[in-house]
């Protein structure tokens, strides 16, 4: 799947402390609601001891993203902290059982969801940022990751499969199936093979009805898509890497966001107003949460009080020593961030861990320079973009690569080119492309683009940093 500003980088829109766990585990409870028909009557949950959920599920808030998700909710709803009493309360129960059964990834959820004297398994993965892959359905080997509007249908035989997918290409609306797919279990666990039909809108409940009438499905459930930008059979983007983006350009310098809206334009089918429309809903989600946690948090389980009004009063009365807008940039990050701590809501950018500081500095740097939302909303999208070339080639979970995964993300802020407030105050200052490549410089090395372990950190002068391989760091994303 190709990458998306507003699905892999900036957002999910959510509640809790990981948008591995909390965002992640919804979008996977959502996609097995819908797998098994509506809310389960029972639920087990296995994980792979090996892997980091058995000791994290709860206090990271696994459990209540899948709570939320299987009855249904957003991601950023209000009622998420008590999702656990909620789904006890809509009658499902939920047992969760440490297995060893050697799963490659750490972020391994097993379900098995009963519901009308049906069952079915679901096997996911949490990839990073929100991000979820969907590997197998009763057992069956299969991809979902959530955007597309997925219908599946249990056949009998090969021959009620070629009919049925006959039918559908014939019967249905031009366009709306993008793909169909034909899944059969070696050896044969389960009745018959399954049909996986993508679409971007739901597959007509008629055409399903007619279906199941002519006797070519034993079964048929809709999975609704849970990602914000859909995909196509057609879905490409312009460039995918700094090299390609700056031929794309071809020598005009244009704003790194004028190219990042042309990306999303070409990778998610919107238009130019819906990709600045969507960054602009964002912008103003992320200015309320820095007044909530300017205006002071509270929540029973956190460690410390709230910070950021204490902060605040400092800062007005001129207590504070060093530069004002850093100050404020220190000041809207721990506002954020306790707005994360309580439960409010904020934007992964690209994790929840790494929420605050990328949309702070940005937020900050543009009241200074008396500029309006829309400027915040293009600074956003030139930090999507580079996102988008770092999500391309390596991971955002620190599951996967240590909490440096995040950390090329955000920058370390010791003020090297990668520094998250540089760059992307450069889009807000109006740099042109190349301007802005200069201050991009995330320290990707070509053994992370292939796969291969996290950095490796040295220690200069008494303070640990990532190597810096390249003054000019957009290279490293070529």
Aim: hydrophobic share 40%; charged share 20%.
């Amino acid at each position: 799947m190709l990458a998306s500003i507003f699905n892999d980088v900036i957002g999910p829109v959510m509640r809790g402390p990981s948008s591995s766990h909390c965002a992640a585990a919804l979008r996977i409870g959502r996609l097995a609601r819908d797998l098994a028909g509506g809310l389960p009557e029972a639920v087990l949950v296995e994980f792979d001891r090996a892997g980091s959920l058995p000791t994290t599920h709860t206090s990271q808030g696994s459990d209540m993203g899948l709570f939320g998700g299987l009855l249904g909710w957003e991601a950023s709803d209000s009622r998420l902290p008590d999702a656990e009493h909620a789904l006890q309360a809509a009658g499902c129960q939920v047992t969760f059982v440490t297995v060893d059964v050697g799963d490659p990834h750490p972020n391994t959820y097993r379900l098995t969801l009963s519901r009308n004297g049906e069952s079915h398994t679901l096997r996911a993965i949490s990839t990073g940022g929100g991000m979820i892959e969907v590997l197998a359905i009763d057992e069956l080997l299969l991809s979902i990751y959530g955007d597309f509007h997925e219908t599946l249908f249990w056949c009998r035989s090969p021959g009620d499969v070629e009919r049925l997918t006959t039918t559908l290409r014939d019967a249905s609306p031009e366009g709306i199936c993008e793909a169909i797919e034909v899944h059969t279990a070696f050896p044969r666990r389960i009745a018959g093979p399954l049909v996986q039909v993508r679409s971007r809108t739901p597959l007509p409940a008629s055409t399903i009805t007619a279906l199941q009438a002519a006797g070519l499905t034993t079964r048929a459930r809709q999975l609704a898509a849970v990602l914000p930008v859909l995909s196509g059979a057609g879905t490409a983007a312009p460039f995918t890497s700094a090299a390609r983006l700056l031929a794309a350009d071809g020598g005009e310098g244009l704003p790194l966001w004028k190219h990042a809206i042309a990306y999303e334009c070409q990778r998610g089918g919107l238009s130019e107003d819906e990709v600045l429309t969507r960054m602009l809903e964002i912008v103003r989600i992320l200015q309320a949460s820095i007044d909530e946690g300017i205006a002071g948090t509270r929540y029973d389980d956190r460690v410390l009080p709230a910070q950021a009004p204490a902060f605040q009063a400092a800062l007005t009365a001129g207590r504070l020593l060093g530069d004002d807008t850093l100050n404020q940039i220190v000041l809207a990050t721990t506002a954020l961030m306790e707005v994360k701590s309580s439960m409010g809501v904020i934007v992964a950018a690209p994790t929840a861990g790494a929420c605050a500081a990328l949309p702070a500095a940005v937020i900050v740097v543009a009241r200074k320079r008396g500029l309006d939302d829309e400027a915040m909303a293009q600074a956003l999208l030139a930090a999507g973009l580079i996102g988008i070339f770092i999500t391309s080639a390596w991971s955002f979970a620190a599951e996967v690569g240590g909490c440096q995964a995040e950390g090329v993300g955000r920058g370390d802020g010791c003020g090297r080119p990668g520094d998250p407030r540089r760059r992307h105050a450069r889009a807000v200052a109006g740099g042109r492309l190349h301007g802005a490549a200069e201050h991009a410089g995330p320290d990707l090395r070509p053994g992370r683009q292939s796969g291969r372990g996290a950095m490796p950190r040295q220690k200069r002068d008494g303070c640990h940093q990532r190597p810096r391989l390249c003054q000019h760091g957009f290279g490293r994303l070529c």
